[in-house]
């Protein structure tokens, strides 16, 4: 069985674009640079996830070690995600994608 740095891109920015290029994943870490989420609350604010794609996008995330998920014993159970400690290094990646938009949309008076 391979690990899951053996199956990862040799290339630094494939390597990224990997583990969170996806339109998904990237609005997702989006809303997590904010503050923790619960599942629901992520997938109304994402307009036009599916429940399966959430899921999946979240469950690989927490694989790679860029989310936490932490359950909370409470009656019915309370479910929280968050940027782990490796994702929060992603703000300044997000903050220049964000700067770029917007710097895109100003000079293309958008």
């Known amino acids: 069985m391979k690990s899951k740095t053996e199956s990862l891109p040799e290339c630094p920015v494939a390597m990224t674009v990997q583990l969170i290029g996806t339109k998904w994943k990237l609005l997702i870490l989006r809303n997590l640079l904010t503050r923790p989420w619960r599942f629901n609350e992520l997938q109304r604010s994402l307009e036009g996830i599916s429940q399966k794609v959430l899921t999946d996008s979240l469950r690989s995330m927490e694989a790679d070690g860029i989310i936490t998920r932490t359950v909370y014993p409470e009656v019915p159970p309370r479910v929280e995600y968050a940027l782990s400690e490796l994702g929060q ?10 700067d770029w938009g917007e710097n895109y949309k100003k000079s293309n008076d958008l």
């Not at 290094?89 to 964000?98: E, F, Q, T, V, Y």
């Open 89 to 98: 290094s992603l703000r300044p990646i997000l903050d220049a994608m964000k």
